[in-house]
């Protein structure tokens, strides 16, 4: 049986001049798989060869083949670019001569055209390849990270309490805590990631923090650098809201509060009930 959106091995059964045509695995010869000259690659083949293709229904809703291989198979999570947007969804590139559809159904969130998205890939009922952004009931906790292990991690939606869900490895399953990000983020940016946590279930508790040394050395420079740059003084202080921290600095105002700690037990800061100013 052939299975669309996976590599095949099939034999080469027969010329034309503009390709090959593939064994089919039927006794109708009309079922045979047109391999395109454009799809052999760098691959050379003859009659009667075993090859290894790809299978996918293209522009004119046929089977074919291609020895060129995808971005991505069916039942696989990849992060592929939006390439157009259309009535009936958007379309995304998996390099394959045909782009595949993203219905609107499938769509959990919006997609802007350029950008890169983990998507998973199926096949829908007309056999044809298809993708969407529900990639969560796809992805496993079955992992050997351990905390303190760093990641490379794609945002690919949010829960009620805007905790980000991740996606590593375009495989196993993680999330970042409201509490632990201070910027902004959006589907499909990649982020590197500390594993801070494992859960019972065995998904990844993930932090885009660096460690509280490092935190504190360049929260304290983004203070000096804003105090030099404004006379000497700001209106924050350790009385500052965490929401005007936060919109300043990028910063939870526990960690600025150590900071200015820090500044001050260096002599290079005084505070009082206006503002911090540099000595």
């Not at 947007?85 to 350029?114: C, M, N, Q």
């Amino acid at each position: 049986m052939i299975k669309i959106g996976d590599f095949n091995k099939l034999k080469v059964k027969r010329k034309a001049d503009f390709g090959y045509f593939l064994d089919g695995k039927t006794n109708n010869t009309k079922d045979d798989i047109l391999l395109h000259n454009r799809l052999l690659g760098k691959n050379n083949i003859n009659i009667g060869d075993e090859v290894k293709a790809f299978i996918f229904k293209d522009s004119e809703d046929r089977i074919a083949a291609t020895l060129i291989e995808p971005k991505a198979k069916v039942g696989e999570i990849a992060m592929l670019k939006v390439v157009a947007h259309t009535k009936i969804g958007s379309f995304i590139d998996i390099g394959l001569p045909k782009d595949i559809l993203v219905p609107f159904k499938a769509r959990t969130y919006d997609l802007e055209k350029g950008e890169k998205y983990p998507f998973y890939i199926y096949v829908d009922k007309s056999n044809r390849l298809a993708a969407t952004t529900d990639i969560d009931t796809y992805l496993t906790t079955d992992h050997e990270y351990n905390v303190g292990d760093t990641v490379t991690g794609v945002v690919y939606g949010f829960q009620t309490n805007n905790s980000a869900m991740i996606v590593v490895n375009n495989k196993y399953a993680g999330v970042i805590l409201h509490n632990e990000y201070f910027t902004e983020l959006k589907p499909g940016q990649e982020l590197n990631l500390k594993v801070i946590k494992i859960y019972e279930d065995g998904k990844l508790g993930l932090s885009p923090r660096q460690n509280r040394k490092e935190e504190l050395d360049v929260l304290e420079s983004s203070i000096m650098s804003y105090l030099e740059g404004n006379d000497g003084f700001m209106r924050f202080n350790d009385k500052s809201t965490p929401e005007e921290i936060y919109t300043v600095f990028n910063s939870s105002k526990k960690n600025f509060k150590r900071a200015l700690g820090v500044l001050m037990k260096k002599n290079l800061i005084i505070q009082n009930s206006e503002g911090t100013y540099l000595k």
